[in-house]
């Protein structure tokens, strides 16, 4: 059964939190898939409240960011429109979301590297959205450094800084730099991801990831001569 159809059948009689908790609550294995699936999409509805204005436009950029065709959309949008009407705030949800992963720091990256890449869908990381992922990064127990690394990432290619992508000073020797890398690439090769059984339309996550960093590297070396 593919998320989308597990997405399907989950929302026909659950409230987005019933979502969170179904596998304890019908005490099944915990499948870490539908809820990592149910944070991203759920936080891109929170990021779009906290904006002002919800259009179909946010949808949209789920879709365009993670590759849905027209009938996964239903399942998608059903689950954005859940966390729309939601009342609570993030903060609570993001604090759900550390209880149903446990804590688990990876997870809880690749929740907001999802957002991240909502966000950018329309080319631009605007203000109101990168304040909201600030926060959210800091909930989850992010630091300041962490959360511009992540930012870094996620800056269009032409406007990024190759030394900010890698988390590295300008200053940094050659080997220092090359240990950094190589440690980068190793942490964010996409068979963990695909190990944990998550969905491949999340796998792109890890793979732009790696890509990101490679790129910043080649520009580095290319630009020491090395």
Do not use: C
């Amino acid at each position: 059964m593919s998320i989308w159809e597990q997405l399907a059948a989950a929302t026909a009689d659950l409230s987005i939190r019933g979502l969170l908790h179904r596998d304890r609550k019908e005490n099944m294995p915990f499948d870490e898939a539908l809820p990592f699936t149910v944070g991203i999409i759920s936080l891109a509805a929170k990021m779009a409240k906290a904006d002002g204005v919800v259009t179909k436009d946010e949808v949209r950029a789920f879709k365009k960011a993670f590759k849905v065709s027209d009938s996964e959309m239903k399942q998608a949008a059903h689950v954005f429109n859940l966390a729309k009407q939601d009342a609570g705030g993030y903060e609570a949800f993001v604090e759900e979301l550390i209880t149903v992963f446990r804590g688990d720091r990876k997870l809880l990256e690749y929740v907001l590297e999802g957002v991240f890449h909502i966000a950018k869908a329309d080319g631009v990381l605007h203000p109101q959205e990168e304040e909201f992922l600030r926060q959210v990064a800091k909930h989850f127990g992010f630091t300041d450094a962490e959360f511009a690394f992540m930012k870094a990432r996620h800056t269009r290619g032409s406007e990024r800084k190759p030394y900010d992508v890698l988390g590295v000073k300008s200053s940094v020797s050659n080997e220092e730099l090359g240990s950094q890398y190589r440690k980068l690439v190793a942490e964010s090769q996409p068979d963990e991801f695909v190990m944990r059984g998550m969905p491949k339309e999340f796998i792109l996550l890890a793979t732009e990831k790696v890509a990101a960093i490679n790129d910043a590297y080649d520009a580095i070396a290319k630009e020491r001569g090395i």
